[in-house]
């Protein structure tokens, strides 16, 4: 029987092959790809081999290959070709797992290693950990492609409405690629003035401009060895995207007032809730630097269109403005949850967020958060909740407190009852009740009723409630 040959997939970037994939044949499996717009190779694919003769890679190929893990690829150059210059080396380099080959008839040797084993999902606690919720689909491409991008030093350009976590995934994508200990760098360009967004992301020298009293590094010198967030990216002046356009490519900045270039390491990551095809047609975004920043995009889904995820968000963020305000953790009630899941929350996760905060802040003492607190969610912003009381949601019908005795109306059959039975009955019905408000915290649930956490599990114990099970107490383990 014949054995399997590896398989060497070539992206020639359109230049001619000359055969050289038939003089392979004896060691490899070889496919030829010979578009200049290389796609991903094939997934049984062992050695990825690249032409690469041009000045530096095309932003197809580094799109393709943030998507590839630790797949092995060699960058095939002719004998007769053009040196490259040092930072066109490293554009080449930062494509992953690579090693250079003069192309001739000798076949590419083997890989530095074999390609990765796919990366198992993440759990919901790891998923939280990094400030995200991955459980609708929608969610999962998105935590798919920031895993991807955080393996590599690929530019990505992160595109959603405004208050949909975009700087959350760029801190995740961070804490998840092998800069996680070095600076994130956030800059909300929308929020800095025109005149001055060139000297806060490049630095000036001292007599730069009236202020400039000594050499003062940018933002990009910042978060040298880490990641720079570029959050608003379309609304930055002509001046300002050639800069940018500029340490993209040379990854160097030119700070204001002269002096020479300063080499920079930095992984940018983009934001905008516009669409920068339309701005580019209107003249107001370059459309080289979109080529630039568009290597991994990334789409964020609004609020609206992953409901599902709103109670998990909800209990993060319950859990989270608790503690910054010194306050013991609260509960929602779970008839809360249908009525979150049912907004339309126009500001996103933003909004949601805001929502909790005011919902703990204006609930006093009260341990337990119900769908009265949330009433406010009908009234327009900036408008006294009377203007949405027509738009007032009926209470639960489950009790919210414990019933007292004067609330707790039994009468007595002429047969008699069996008392011991009666109390046990409510005992496990309140408990259970305890448990659902607190979603499953046996401490949180224990206080509700009065008692002990030793007392509680005791008549857990008792009723033969012991499988109900608990969960985090703060919700993002």
């Given at each position: 029987m014949t054995p399997t040959l590896p398989r060497l997939h070539w992206s020639t970037l359109g230049d001619d092959s000359l055969g050289q994939e038939h003089r392979w044949a004896h060691a490899w499996e070889v496919t030829v790809d010979r578009s200049a717009a290389p796609a991903l190779p094939p997934s049984d694919t062992d050695l990825w081999a690249v032409s690469a003769d041009g000045a530096e890679p095309p932003p197809s190929l580094v799109r393709a290959a943030a998507e590839v893990g630790a797949l092995p690829i060699v960058l095939l150059r002719s004998p007769g070709a053009a040196p490259l210059a040092p930072g066109q080396l490293a554009a080449w380099s930062r494509l992953g797992s690579v090693r250079w080959e003069t192309k001739g008839d000798d076949p590419p040797t083997p890989g530095l290693r074999p390609g990765a084993a796919p990366l198992p999902p993440l759990s919901a606690s790891q998923t939280l950990q990094l400030g995200l919720v991955g459980l609708s689909p929608a969610m999962q491409d998105v935590v798919a492609k920031a895993r991807a991008a955080a393996a590599t030093k690929a530019t990505v350009l992160l595109i959603g409405e405004s208050?949909?976590?975009k700087e959350v995934v760029a801190r995740a994508i961070h804490r998840m690629s092998a800069?996680?200990?070095?600076?994130?760098?956030?800059?909300?360009?929308?929020?800095?003035?025109?005149?001055?967004?060139?000297?806060?992301?490049?630095?000036?020298?001292?007599?730069?401009?009236?202020?400039?009293?000594k050499d003062t590094p940018g933002k990009f010198q910042e978060a040298d060895g880490?990641?720079?967030?570029?959050?608003?990216?379309?609304?930055m002046s002509t001046a300002a995207q050639v800069r940018l356009l500029r340490a993209l490519q040379e990854r160097e900045v030119q700070p204001l007032g002269g002096g020479g270039p300063v080499k920079v390491d930095v992984r940018v990551v983009?934001?905008?809730n516009e669409d920068l095809w339309a701005r580019v047609k209107e003249g107001k975004f370059r459309e080289d630097l979109l080529y630039r920043l568009d290597v991994v995009p990334i789409h964020l889904p609004p609020l609206r269109a992953r409901r599902e995820e709103v109670p998990f968000l909800a209990q993060?963020?319950?859990n989270r403005k608790a503690r910054e305000h010194g306050l013991y953790?609260?509960?929602?009630?779970?008839?809360?949850?249908p009525q979150l899941m049912a907004h339309p929350w126009p500001g996103n996760v933003r909004q949601l967020e805001n929502a909790i905060e005011r919902a703990i802040v204006l609930s006093g003492r009260r341990p337990v958060l119900t769908r009265e607190d949330f009433l406010f969610l009908g009234a327009e912003p900036g408008k006294p909740l009377e203007a949405a009381a027509g738009d007032a949601l009926p209470m639960p019908e489950v009790p919210l407190e414990a019933p007292g005795p004067d609330t707790l109306a039994l009468d007595l059959p002429p047969e008699g009852l069996d008392?011991?039975?009666?109390?046990?009955?409510?005992?496990?019905k309140l408990m259970l009740q305890s448990l659902a408000i607190t979603r499953g915290n046996k401490k949180r649930a224990a206080e509700?009723?009065?008692?002990?956490?030793?007392?509680?599990?005791?008549?857990?114990?008792?009723?033969?409630?012991?499988?109900?099970?608990?969960?985090?107490?703060?919700?993002?383990?």
């Open positions: 208050g949909t976590g800069q996680a200990s070095n600076p994130f760098v956030a800059v909300h360009c929308g929020a800095i003035p025109e005149n001055l967004i060139e000297s806060e992301l490049f630095g000036y020298t001292r007599g730069a401009f009236t202020d400039a009293r880490g990641t720079l967030f570029l959050d608003e990216v379309s609304t983009a934001a905008t993060h963020f319950l953790p609260k509960a929602l009630h779970p008839s809360v949850d008392l011991n039975q009666v109390v046990s009955d409510v005992e496990k509700l009723l009065g008692l002990k956490r030793t007392t509680f599990l005791e008549k857990m114990k008792r009723l033969d409630l012991e499988g109900v099970e608990e969960e985090a107490a703060d919700g993002e383990a």
